[in-house]
């Protein structure tokens, strides 16, 4: 199975939840990629009906090693040198933009340079 998630459909919202389950008592993470959606889905203020895309795992770890293989593939295969991103609030914990940071960057703020 594939899932295409379009540019304009992704957001920053990401939320990693834990749960159990009823009938075993197993212990799964999720790691919640919410996307846009159009406010007909919601039925109310209390009503959250947010469209995501969701990696479940037995373990946070297998979770974590996924994220991290493909941000080493994406700095693979584009040479980018970001050594991390923070996201920008304003005023709400989902919104705003990121703030990217080169490694050169990181340790000096006084000359900024952009990514080569």
């Not at 159990?20 to 203020?45: D, I, K, M, R, V």
Request: with cysteine; glycine share 6%.
């Amino acid at each position: 199975m594939r899932i295409n998630v379009y540019n304009e459909e992704l957001t920053e919202r990401v939320e990693f939840r834990k749960k159990t389950a009823a009938n075993t008592g197993a212990e799964f993470y999720g790691l919640y990629f919410y996307l846009h959606s159009p406010e007909q889905l919601h039925h109310g203020a209390g009503d959250d009906d947010s469209s995501a895309v969701i990696l479940w795992s037995d373990t946070p770890e297998k979770l974590l090693r996924l994220l991290s293989k493909a941000a080493d593939e994406i700095k693979r295969r584009t040479k980018l040198k970001v050594a991390y991103c923070r996201p920008r609030n304003m005023g709400n914990e989902h919104a705003g933009s990121s703030t990217c940071k080169t490694p050169a960057q990181s340790s000096s703020q006084a000359n900024p340079r952009p990514p080569s």
